[in-house]
């Protein structure tokens, strides 16, 4: 197997709130390989983009994380910000969630591409580069693309664009962050692949954090389910999806509007109060005693496929 690129290692992700200390991310160890697209899938605040957060410690000065977060060589929870300044954008770049947001709405197009390659060395010909990098994310008029401004652009554009402004740079990992939030089924096509040219292109290693898993499906090449902050299973995204060994992944698949869009059972826990042993048991349709009492271990059931579930502890 390859060498993985980054690592996290038993990582806890706590924060300070009124009532008391809320663990968004609990004991989470995963490697990322390099080259890979991994997602990241689970319900919405099953700490997905905390995880992430750590990875570029971009995190609320109030946040408490523990465990490691290990870049090549790097500890990356040990570095200071100014350290950490020089790992972000151009080793590890973040394609934030909301681009309407993360654009500046008076600035070209051009101006904020410029920006986002100035550390890039030796680049003679920047507005060729730049050029090529809209044409590799399939943007048709790439020149007249370059002197619009944010609003003349729709959702999956600018989504584009932001795409690009984490990659120009040449990072070596890329975080996605829910890159298809709120786009239409053609825009979503349109990031995917635009994705996915970009890892090809440069072989940058992609880190996509998404609740679509029809995108989690076309993408990824391996797969992590978070449940209440927990991993629950790891497994190559074809396996997954044929066969999903953890009772939650299962209600996720079974939810899909393809697959009849049957609800899950219960709701995602409070995580101020998270229930005992298997966090998913209240949900579980499978759920004996001894999930009540005691937390699963991490399995690996067959080779390099992970499930947190007494259903096949018993596998190894
Ligand atoms: N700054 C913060 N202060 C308190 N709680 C937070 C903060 N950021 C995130 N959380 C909580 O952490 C949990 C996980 O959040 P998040 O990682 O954003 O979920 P996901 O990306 O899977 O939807 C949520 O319950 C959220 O409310
Ligand atoms: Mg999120």
Redesign the pocket.
């Known amino acids: 197997m390859m060498k993985p690129l980054l690592s996290f290692e038993h990582v806890s992700c706590y924060?300070p709130?009124s009532f008391g200390e809320?663990q968004?991310?609990r004991d989470v160890s995963l490697d990322l390989y390099e080259g890979e697209i991994f997602g990241l899938i689970?319900?919405?605040?099953?700490?997905?983009?905390?995880?992430g957060l750590t990875a570029l410690q971009l995190?609320?000065e109030?946040?408490r994380v523990t465990g490691e977060v290990r870049f090549e060589s790097k500890s990356l929870l040990q570095l200071s910000e100014k350290e950490m300044r020089h790992v972000r954008g151009k080793e590890i770049a973040l394609i934030p969630q909301n681009p309407a947001s993360s654009l500046n709405p008076v600035l070209k197009i051009r101006t904020q591409l410029r920006e986002a390659v100035r550390h890039v060395k030796g680049l003679k010909d920047k507005e060729g580069y730049l050029v090529s990098w809209l044409q590799a994310v399939s943007f048709p008029y790439p020149f007249k693309l370059l002197h619009s401004y944010p609003f003349q652009l729709s959702g999956g554009m600018k989504q584009r664009i932001l795409t690009i402004m984490g990659a120009a740079g040449q990072p070596k990992l890329l975080i996605a962050?829910e890159p298809t939030k709120g786009l239409d089924a053609l825009a979503r096509h349109d990031v995917v692949e635009a994705l996915r040219n970009i890892c090809r292109q440069t072989g940058a290693t992609l880190l996509v954090?998404t609740?679509d898993l029809h995108v989690a499906q076309t993408l990824c090449n391996r797969i992590g389910v978070?449940y209440a902050?927990r991993l629950v299973e790891r497994n190559d995204a074809d396996s997954l999806f044929a066969t999903p060994r953890h009772p939650y992944t299962e209600a996720l698949l079974l939810a899909r509007p393809t697959a009849g869009m049957n609800p899950m059972a219960g709701s995602s826990p409070n995580?101020l109060q998270v229930p005992s042993g298997c966090t998913f048991h209240p949900r579980c349709p499978y759920a004996s005693e001894k999930c009540i009492e005691e937390l699963p271990p991490w399995t690996e059931y067959e080779r390099e496929k992970y499930v947190r579930c007494f259903l096949y502890a018993s596998c190894t």
């Open positions: 924060f709130t809320l968004a991310v689970g319900e919405t605040g099953s700490g997905k983009s905390v995880l995190l609320p109030n946040a962050d954090i609740h978070m902050g995580l």
